[in-house]
């Protein structure tokens, strides 16, 4: 992810992450989903508030609604 938005960043294209809410939501109640939707939904979702800590530590966000479009800032 960070080197994507390295990448796009150079370009000068801001970039736009989203995450599910329940993929921090320790809480979240289990789903009962084959084994290959279980490693698309939840392989790896320790790793992802340590990572977004991180990227929120170096980078400077903002909400998408202050975005240029064409050069215009809504």
Known sequence: VESLMR???DAG???VLYLHPWELD???PPMHL???GNLVH???RART???LES???RYRFAP???AEVDGAVR
Request: glycine share 4%; hydrophobic share 40%.
């Open 7 to 9: 990448k796009s960043l």
């Open 13 to 15: 294209i801001p970039p």
């Open 49 to 51: 508030r340590p990572r």
């Open 64 to 66: 998408i609604s202050s």
């Open 26 to 28: 320790e809480a979240h």
């Open 55 to 57: 990227l929120l530590r």
């Open 42 to 44: 939840f392989a790896g």
């Open 34 to 36: 084959s084994f290959v």
